[in-house]
């Protein structure tokens, strides 16, 4: 941050130190529930009386992961959280709750089972699948809901008490206050920058990891000093591909002269969503909200995963960077069909074939990258 | 596969063959819908419905062993699917993307009135969509709910007990979805569902089944195996996609009949078998030859795929008042059953307990990652019951990066240090 802006630098310390919060709430009494991705509700995870905490381990090296996971087959992130798990270094958590709208998440859930049945040790938090689909059909959908009862109860019965509806409602009321908050980082962004994507990743991300009333607080105290800002110029550009967490590939396209102003990604601008209207059903309005709104791989017609990334690139974005590392098998699929949609609008777009996430940018990346948006820059 | 030992073999293969030319004169002459599927679909409802289906995987097969693969797969990387990609799940669809009929086996795959698969990993969605709007026709997905409780020794509880072996709110949403299919499929085929003549068919994939189980068990008592494994797959295979008809069934009793015969006259596949192998995952389309590689040297010969032993444990289902249900539970876990912790590696380790295996060798197909997961939990358990485990890192129908004598080597090195 160029400028003195303590509330920004708690939210980047928050996102560089995710276990923070809940190793505080830990010691405070309040037990820690620990959740793979953006499709868990934290509503109701929250109103059992737990901290929800994302797992967003640091990266290293993993031999518990490397002694039962198949090598380049799971992603870099799955593995360490298998890895931190089997050794012990969140024996914190009461539980850990995985959602199906991953196949990976779906895989590391049966992994965890049965090393726990293989293995047994004390300590080693219990594993839940929330079996939430995300293809678009009438049957998806009133699956979802009963599995979403299903995940109630059994957040009731670990706590061992009921879940009242107006605490739903309560936790409605925070957690949309913080979507708020992140919406207004949001805004910053992309209608006239005034915070790079390298800073904003870190703000936004802290959603994941705080007590939400907090982050909202500290978010629209940060938004407020960046608004004070001036634009930042640069060529606009958007990133998809497979879910990126960390900040490199950001840093070397802004070290271009570029600025990431949204990304595809529940990471960053597709992290919250609109607000959930608690309205009559708070349980059905929360399952509604992770049902159509939270992005994953598993949404199914292309039409509507396509949905927000076809509106978004018509909205002042120059160029776009398709994110696809190594290990990627997923998002491969769906590039040549964006190339083409994109190709159709006269909009640039670069691959990235690199792992941005532990590994650094090589240096021939950073050439593709300098040309593509010096040839964006001179177009515009 | 250069030697057929069974008769049965070479009229599986012929009738495959004939099959499939029957279906494209069909499509092409008389225009009869056909639908192209995924294989771990309920084929059984596109039989009863009189829609023809050719299964995704055979048809991969099939290219892979024409020793056409590495064209396809190169174009389509050309089209701008990175080469990370799956592989066995998207052969068929890159040969339908090249567009040379000509070229393709048996003339390739015509325009098919729909296809459908279950959305078991986060691929086959996005490979099935590209390949209809390659064809303009429709994708009629499944999706597929995650397995919660997976009690232990699912074999001795799918037969009788599967209501409650795989979860009711799982079978409720796949019957669900199974009944939008099946409107769909009365659309296409302007016929009308008959819940008794599947409940019919699938007394027939029953009967079926028994007659593979019998010959697992032949296989499993015999001194020697008599039939190979390469055998087996071709006679099981083309049986499986058409389940429960007439000539399925009666394919399955001439392939006990002349294994039994082989059994009881006290002929062997190899008759100086010294070794008895295990082969886990899908088979090397691209080099069935290898299967046999090790048996003049070190007698050593593969006994075992999951191809028939898969076929009574986790086909049969008694108690068919409700067939779709039925079916659903035939359906639902057969990813977890197959390939996934804790099912596969115990299923798989009473398997090779019950054939006397020597060794066991594991594809880890890198080239297609899903059906990549659970194989360290499959041979840390045949590990630990002192089942000795070669993993082979190679695909099942790309043969790019496959280097045959730089494996047979391996092999026999892993034979002769580890057996």
Redesign the interface.
């Given at each position: 941050m160029s400028e003195s802006n303590s509330a920004a630098m708690r939210l980047a310390w928050h996102y560089e130190n995710p276990m923070a919060q809940a190793l505080e709430a830990d010691r405070a009494g309040v037990p820690v529930v620990g959740i793979t991705s953006n499709t868990i509700p934290w509503e109701l995870v929250h109103a059992a009386g737990f901290f929800p905490v994302m797992l967003r381990p640091e990266l290293r090296a993993t031999p518990a992961a490397d002694?039962?996971?198949?090598k380049?087959?799971?992603h870099a992130r799955i593995r360490q959280i298998f890895d931190s798990v089997v050794r012990g270094e969140w024996d914190l958590l009461r539980a850990i709750i995985l959602p199906?709208t991953?196949?990976?998440e779906?895989?590391l859930?049966?992994?965890l089972?049965?090393v726990a049945?293989e293995r047994p040790r004390d300590g080693m938090p219990p594993v839940?699948?929330y079996?939430l689909?995300h293809?678009r059909?009438p049957?998806?959908h009133?699956?979802g809901l009963?599995?979403t009862e299903k995940l109630k109860k059994q957040l009731e019965e670990i706590a061992g008490r009921p879940i009242a509806t107006r605490d739903l409602v309560e936790e409605v009321a925070e957690s949309n206050a913080a979507r708020g908050a992140v919406r207004r980082l949001l805004r910053l962004r992309h209608d006239t920058p005034r915070l790079t994507g390298t800073e904003a990743l870190p703000l936004i991300g802290a959603y994941w990891f705080m007590a939400r009333a907090q982050y909202a607080k500290l978010a629209l105290e940060a938004a407020e000093i960046l608004e004070r800002r001036g634009t930042l110029p640069g060529v606009r550009l958007l990133v998809k591909g497979a879910p990126l967490d960390r900040v490199r590939l950001y840093a070397a396209l802004e070290t271009h002269g570029a600025i990431v102003v949204a990304e595809d990604d529940w990471w960053g601008t597709r992290s919250v969503g609109t607000d959930i209207d608690a309205g009559n059903d708070v349980l059905e309005a929360i399952f509604e909200h992770y049902y159509s709104e939270a992005p994953s791989?598993?949404v199914?017609?292309?039409e509507a995963a396509d949905r927000w990334f076809q509106s978004s690139v018509t909205d002042r974005i120059d160029g776009v960077v398709f994110y696809?590392p190594?290990?990627?098998?997923?998002a491969?699929?769906?590039?040549?069909?964006h190339?083409r949609f994109l190709d159709g609008l006269g909009i640039r777009s670069l691959v990235v074939?690199e792992d941005a996430g532990a590994g650094g940018i090589s240096l021939e990346a950073h050439e593709g990258i300098e040309r593509f948006v010096r040839e964006i820059a001179r177009k515009r | 596969m250069s030697e057929k030992q069974l008769q049965c073999t070479v009229a599986a293969g012929a009738y495959q063959k004939e099959w499939f030319a029957q279906l494209r004169r069909d499509v092409f002459e008389s225009r009869r819908p056909y639908a192209i599927l995924q294989a771990d679909m309920p084929f059984e409802i596109f039989q009863v419905m009189g829609l023809p289906a050719v299964s995704n995987q055979w048809w991969s097969a099939v290219i892979a062993a024409k020793r056409l693969a590495p064209k396809y797969l190169d174009a389509m990387n050309a089209m701008g699917f990175h080469d990370g990609l799956c592989r066995y799940c998207s052969l068929s669809m890159a040969c339908t993307m090249a567009g040379d009929p000509g070229q393709a086996p048996w003339g390739g795959l015509p325009k098919p009135a729909l296809l459908s698969a279950r959305l078991t990993c986060d691929c086959i969605q996005r490979v099935f969509s590209i390949w209809a709007k390659k064809f303009g026709t429709e994708f009629f997905a499944l999706d597929n709910p995650g397995a919660t409780e997976l009690p232990p020794r699912w074999w001795e509880l799918s037969r009788y007990r599967w209501r409650e072996l795989f979860e009711r709110h799982r079978l409720d949403f796949t019957v669900a979805q199974f009944r939008t299919l099946i409107r769909e499929l009365e659309r296409i085929t302007g016929r009308k569902f008959d819940p008794d003549a599947l409940r019919t068919l699938m007394e027939g994939v029953n009967r079926q089944e028994e007659y593979f189980e019998e010959v697992r068990e032949l296989i499993c008592n015999a001194p020697k195996t008599p039939v190979r494994m390469n055998e087996q797959i071709t006679n099981v295979m083309a049986a499986q996609w058409l389940r429960g008809n007439e000539w399925a069934i009666q394919h399955a009793k001439c392939f006990r009949d002349e294994v039994k015969s082989r059994v009881d006259a006290g002929v062997a596949a190899y008759p100086a078998e010294q070794l008895r192998l295990m082969w886990v995952g899908a088979g090397l389309w691209h080099d069935t030859d290898f299967y046999t590689a090790f048996e003049q040297r070190y007698g050593a010969v593969f006994v075992w795929s999951m191809y028939l032993a898969f076929g009574p444990d986790g086909y049969i289902r008694y108690g068919l008042e409700d067939p779709l249900l039925a079916l659903a539970s035939r359906t639902v876990s057969m990813n977890e059953q197959l390939h996934l912790p804790p099912w596969a590696n115990e299923w798989i380790v009473d398997q090779a307990k019950r054939h006397r295996i020597d060794g066991a060798l594991v594809l880890t197909p890198l080239g297609t990652k899903p059906s990549a997961m659970g194989n360290r939990f499959i041979e840390r358990a045949l590990e630990r019951e002192g089942i000795p485990v070669l993993p082979v890192f190679t695909d099942m129908v790309d043969p790019r990066n496959w280097n045959a004598a730089e494996m047979i080597k391996r092999v026999g090195q892993f034979i002769e240090e580890r057996l």
């Open positions: 002694e039962y996971m198949e380049n087959v799971f199906r991953s196949e990976q779906y895989k859930f049966l992994y089972r049965e049945r839940y699948l079996d689909l293809s059909s049957e998806s009133a699956y009963t599995r791989p598993r199914f017609p292309p696809l190594l290990e990627d098998y997923v491969g699929w769906d590039y040549p069909r190339k074939r | -």
